[in-house]
Each structure stands twice: as structure tokens, then as C-alpha cells.
């Protein structure tokens, strides 16, 4: 640690102890070492022992079937001209837990690593792809105007006046575009996620944070991944629904999802929900969202969001990426409203990701969804390379149990 981390640590655990909130140096404490190897697999699975969370009180009493037929999973893939076993893949991307659903069956479920299948697995940034659900359904519901989309963040929430998402649109922030200037890399101990993390750990609004960052470039410019964006989401769904966000989840996604487990959900110390990354949910319940979207927004039959905002949301409608992405692993990807394009997409495949491997892939046409949970410290080398690897290896399986079937 540089002398200048040292020092930003060291006024933050001496304002905390003037205050004498023990509690917060302490959570202080196992933030900072979140991400240690010797304690980064238990941290993935119990995230409430770490920061502010609240419990999600979903009714779990009726899950949706998930039928299990296990089948066989591909020996390996070839991928950018190299061979990988699928046992290698698995190991070098750290896994977890993996569940692959074919035909709405289950046909290969695993655990790795000392973890079980009723851990709750943190989805980081998988949760914005929730996030958009939610919205999506407001506006099918109609109580959401359509027209929101267009209107000014600033215009539905007066906090963000005169602030970097002054003249940012709601359309804007769903496609990663609002031009806020934001620092998205995990590995500096100063940039503006991890300072995002110090005021989950320590106490602080998330909406205050929002409400101090800048503007970079002109919205609509380009795809710039700005987690911050999603929280801004959040915000205006609250403004416009009067109302607090998680009941809203219950009410619109979670009750409907019928999962089986009870989640939870990070919290600032203000109680409001880290809806940009603090979902844990089980592996299971994970893909009962991919078969959400597979199912064009349907459980059972049931309509849930609509095939409408489902289509809208996995389609290619986010500007260019960020010049210097262009060439990299990242900038092949493409974005729609908080999910994600692999390259040369077909016709609805998509996925939600977070950090550290967390993938929820879907490709609807051929009825197979994978979820997978992972502890890949190796997730930014490249520029992005292994989520690649990632998606080559989902196709690869996607196209093994096609031909199979």
C-alpha cells in the first residue's frame, strides 16, 4: 500500500473512531481484504457477515420446476486457436458453482470449491441486469410513463441538478452513456469504485456519492461503464414511483420470479439497496432469471416483464464504445439497457456479468441458459480476455447439447 493509501485509510479509521463506530473500522477491515485470496471464496458466499444488508422477504414456498436430466458436458473447446479442456476451463476461471439449463431442465449442476448449493452467491454487477427488469416492468404495468426514458435524470430527480447527470437522460444511463466521469478500475486503490466501496463500508449515501461526480463527455457519446450510472436508475425509479425500491423488486420481479431461496441485497448505511451489484442469490435462483429472459419474460406462463422490453433491453442500442476499447476483448462487446452482447450475437443472446466471473448467459433460440458463480482474480487480464473465454466456452456447450439433442 502507497504512502497515500496509508494515509486515506488512516483519516477514515480516525474519523470513524472519533465517532467511535468500531463497527464500521472492523467492516472497514474485511473490505479491505475482500478479495484475498485465502478469503475471497467464503467472502463470495457470505457477504452479510461484511457490509450493510437487508433481507429480501420473498415468498419462496412455490418455486418454479427446475427438473434435473443431467447430461454430459463437452470435453473441451478451441478457442482463439488453442484447446482447453472444459475440467482446465473450469479451474482457470475459478469457479464456484455452475448450472446449465436446457429445455427449462437442469441437464448439469456442480459446486467447487468448498461451497454448497444453497450458498448466496454475491452477483456484483449482475444485479443491474435485475435493475432494468424492474424498470421494464413499471413501464409495462404503466406505472412508469414510456416517455420517462427521454426525460432528464435532473428533471426526475432535483438532487442530481447541476450535478454530472444534469443533462443526462433516463435511455442514457440504461445504455452505459451518460458521459459521468467515473473510474471503473477495481484495482486501483483510488479510483472511484473503490472509493464507492470505502462509503459502503464505512457509512455514507450512495446517493450523495452519485451526486458529486462530474461530467467527462456529452451523454449519447459513447458507451462508457459507469457502475454509478445504475444507481442513478435506481434513484429515478424511486422519484418516479414515490416510493422505496426493494418492495418494488418484490412486488414486480422477485415474488414472480418464484425462486426458492431467500436473497438478500448490500445496503448503504442509509438502508438503501446496492442495486448496482449487491444482489446474493443461489446458482440456481441465478438461472431462473436467464430463464426468465429466455422464456421472453415469462414464469410458467405467467407474464412477468414483457417480450417487448425484454427485446429492447438485449439489443444493440448503446454508442460506440470508448475509442481506446476499440480492439480490446471489451470493446467487441455489445450493450443494450444493463445487459450485455457477446460478439456477433444471434438473435437475443445475452448475458449479465459481474466481477470476479459471475455470468448469467442466455441464448433463447436454442433454449439454454448457464449460469456460473467464480472467484477468477485473472478477470481483467486482457482487457477483458477471459469473459471471452467465457462466452466461448457457453457457445461451446450451447452447440453441444444441440447436437446431442
Same mark, same amino acid.
Do not use: C
Given at each position: 500500500m502507497s504512502l497515500a493509501q496509508l494515509s486515506d485509510t488512516a483519516t477514515l479509521v480516525l474519523r470513524h473512531l472519533v465517532r467511535l463506530d468500531f463497527a464500521g473500522i472492523k467492516r472497514l477491515g474485511r473490505v479491505n481484504k475482500?478479495?484475498? /485470496?485465502?478469503?475471497?471464496?467464503?467472502n463470495f458466499s457470505n457477504m452479510n457477515e461484511l457490509l450493510y444488508f437487508t433481507d429480501i422477504q420473498t415468498n419462496t414456498n412455490?418455486?418454479?420446476?427446475?427438473?434435473s436430466q443431467p447430461?454430459? @458436458?463437452p470435453i473441451g473447446m478451441t478457442h482463439l486457436g488453442q484447446s482447453t479442456a472444459f475440467d482446465e476451463w473450469m479451474k482457470r476461471?475459478?469457479?464456484?458453482?455452475m448450472v446449465v439449463i436446457k429445455d427449462s431442465t437442469i441437464v448439469h449442476e456442480d459446486y467447487f470449491q468448498g461451497t454448497a448449493p444453497d450458498d448466496r452467491r454475491i452477483s456484483w454487477s449482475m444485479c443491474k441486469s435485475v435493475t432494468s427488469l424492474l424498470l421494464g416492468a413499471l413501464i409495462d404495468k404503466g406505472l412508469v410513463d414510456p416517455s420517462a426514458l427521454d426525460r432528464k435524470i435532473s428533471d426526475i430527480v432535483p438532487r442530481l441538478v447541476g450535478t454530472g447527470y444534469h443533462d443526462v437522460t433516463l435511455r442514457n444511463v440504461l445504455n452505459m452513456a451518460s458521459g459521468v466521469a467515473f473510474n471503473e478500475d477495481y484495482l486501483d486503490y483510488n479510483s472511484d469504485i473503490n472509493r464507492m466501496g470505502r462509503v459502503l463500508a464505512l457509512g455514507g449515501s450512495m446517493d450523495e456519492f452519485a451526486a458529486g461526480l462530474t461530467t467527462d463527455i456529452a451523454p449519447n457519446t459513447y458507451n462508457h461503464y459507469v457502475s454509478i450510472d445504475t444507481h442513478v436508475i435506481g434513484m429515478a425509479i424511486r422519484a418516479l414511483m414515490n416510493t422505496d425500491i426493494l418492495p418494488l423488486f418484490i412486488t414486480h420481479i422477485f415474488d414472480p420470479l418464484r425462486i426458492e431461496t431467500p436473497p438478500f441485497? @448490500?445496503?448503504?448505511? @442509509?438502508? #438503501? /439497496?446496492?442495486v448496482l451489484g449487491g444482489l446474493n442469490m443461489t446458482t440456481r435462483d441465478y438461472a431462473r432469471i436467464g430463464l426468465l429472459i429466455a422464456n421472453g419474460g415469462t414464469v410458467d406462463g405467467v407474464r412477468v416483464v414483457s417480450k417487448e422490453w425484454i427485446t429492447q433491453s438485449t439489443t444493440q442500442s448503446a454508442p460506440p464504445p470508448l475509442p481506446e476499447k476499440i480492439g480490446t476483448? #471489451?470493446? #467487441?462487446?455489445?450493450?443494450?439497457?444493463?445487459?450485455?452482447?457477446p460478439p456477433h450475437a444471434v438473435a437475443g443472446e445475452c448475458f449479465a456479468i459481474g466481477i470476479y466471473g459471475q455470468?448469467?448467459?442466455?441464448n433463447p433460440d436454442e433454449n439454454v441458459v448457464i449460469a456460473i458463480n467464480s472467484t477468477d482474480v485473472n478477470f481483467k487480464d486482457g482487457n477483458g480476455a477471459p469473459a471471452l473465454e467465457n462466452i466461448a466456452m457457453f457457445r461451446t456447450i450451447t452447440r453441444h447439447l444441440n447436437n446431442a439433442g
Open positions: 475482500l478479495f484475498a /485470496p485465502d478469503k475471497i471464496v467464503h412455490n418455486p418454479s420446476p427446475l427438473p447430461h454430459d @458436458m476461471r475459478a469457479l464456484t458453482a441485497i @448490500m445496503t448503504d448505511s @442509509m438502508g #438503501e /439497496p446496492f476483448p #471489451e470493446g #467487441e462487446l455489445g450493450y443494450g439497457y444493463q445487459w450485455w452482447l455470468f448469467i448467459y442466455i
